[in-house]
């Protein structure tokens, strides 16, 4: 799917949890980033239906990562952190993925 198709307002119910979607709510996050200190972030808790959810932790973890060099001898070995998983979709195990 393209991406401009994953963007139309019917794509994202299918992905994004409601009330995420309405404009009072967006207009509170707007808010509540710009006074997060020490700098502007967002915590969205259920932000993904859970079956996306699941889609997205299974596609990561099938992800080919590779290394790469920057200059002055910098290298990064990406690797996908699976450990972070469960506290992706909230819950205290893998168990679900099995």
Do not use: C
């Not at 509540?32 to 859970?50: C, G, N, R």
């Amino acid at each position: 799917m393209e991406l401009p198709a994953l963007l139309t307002p019917t794509a994202l119910q299918s992905w994004i949890q409601p009330h995420y979607r309405t404009p009072n709510y967006m207009r509170q996050l707007r808010i509540q980033f710009v006074k997060q200190q020490p700098f502007p972030y967002l915590e969205l808790p259920d932000f993904f239906h859970f079956e996306k959810a699941v889609e997205i932790v299974k596609a990561l973890t099938e992800e080919l990562f590779e290394p790469k060099e920057a200059d002055r001898g910098f290298t990064f070995h990406p690797e996908p952190d699976t450990a972070i998983i469960p506290e992706i979709l909230g819950f205290n195990g893998v168990y679900f993925l099995y």
